[in-house]
């Protein structure tokens, strides 16, 4: 649809505030104090903002590797985050309506989960893992981090998607866990320690938002780009017609789907973008037949296939060749 689903993104919100609302209770009970006051009266001073700044970084940087990888274990990854992107914020680009939805959406994901897995559950697996009381900080940190990333095992997903995907959370909750550290960890026993978990938050809801922001630029500048290239500017129904037009309708929706694996942007088709299509798709296909049918198809064999017929320098300038 090409308008955003509002009520997509409040149930990702409730989902995500109950969990947070959750801890929070539980973390003022094992602390006897008022951790509500605690965490509204933690402010955000000029330590606590370098450490978010920096923080950011590295995880940053990570997300972009892997959106932009031609990996076959990614390609999953990328095109369900695509696909999220597109049911919250529709197929049309309007950046200021997914800048707020992703922000709101990251803010309270940080905090909750941060809530959840950093101020309650790294303190409580460190003493729980420590001896006659010392919290071992090593032990929390990895069993925390291992905990976050189990809980984001997918029910209805397949063991390969959950092999990358789990591990990939387990690495970035030893980050959150490490900032976590890094900005006041505390056992459970210090008034002052709930604030720490800011940092990790504020980290946390840059990720996720950039996240989101990035797929629904990502997944709408493709989609504008198929429609622009092919000649219909969406998918022609299918019904009662004469062969001339149903042929045509084929001819149509096959530039379009064309053009939605072309990634690149080039005109052309190698290999990884037919690969990531096909896994998209939700099959995929044996290393050996792939090949076996591009080659077929690249009648050429020039590493490349395309919808017109194309000078060989122009396609092999496309390819990289020199």
């Known amino acids: 649809m090409e308008s955003g689903n509002l009520f997509l993104a409040w149930s990702l919100l409730r989902n995500q505030a109950l969990l947070g609302v959750t801890s929070l209770f539980t973390i003022q009970t094992l602390q006897y ?73 990251g803010a309270i994901t940080g905090l909750c989960e941060e809530l959840s897995f950093r101020a309650l559950g790294l303190p409580i697996l460190a003493k729980r893992l420590g001896e006659a009381g010392d ?26 998607d959950n092999s990358v995907v789990v591990p990939l959370q387990i690495l970035t909750g030893l980050w959150f866990g490490v900032l976590y550290i890094l900005s006041g960890y505390n056992f459970l026993v210090r008034p002052s320690g709930l604030p ?29 780009y198929a429609q622009a290239r092919s000649s219909s500017a969406k998918f022609l129904p299918i019904g009662p017609a004469d062969a001339s037009s149903t042929r045509e309708r084929i001819q149509q929706n096959s530039r379009l789907i064309f053009y939605l694996a072309d990634t690149s942007r080039d005109g052309i088709l190698q290999l990884p973008e037919i690969r990531a299509a096909i896994q998209q798709l939700g099959y995929r296909p044996d290393e050996t037949l792939l090949l076996s049918l591009f080659q077929q198809a690249d009648r050429n064999q020039d590493g490349a296939l395309d919808l017109t017929i194309m000078p060989a320098e122009k396609k092999q300038r496309l390819l990289g060749f020199r």
């Open 33 to 105: 104090e008022d951790t509500i006051t605690a965490l509204g009266n933690a402010g955000v001073g000029i330590l606590p903002l370098i450490l978010i700044v920096l923080g950011s970084f590295p995880i940053l940087f990570l997300g972009n590797k892997i959106s932009t990888s031609e990996s076959k274990a990614f390609i999953d990854i990328n095109f369900s985050t695509n696909i999220l992107a597109l049911k919250l914020f529709g197929s049309k680009e309007n950046i200021p309506f997914a800048f707020g939805v992703s922000s709101v959406l």
């Open 196 to 224: 720490s978990v800011i940092v990790p938050a504020g980290v946390h809801a840059i990720y996720d938002a950039y996240t989101l922001i990035d797929a629904h630029l990502a997944s709408t500048s493709q989609l504008k």
């Open 135 to 160: 919290p071992n900080v090593l032990l929390g940190l990895l069993a925390s981090s291992l905990v976050f990333g189990l809980a984001h095992w997918s029910i209805g997903g397949s063991w390969k």
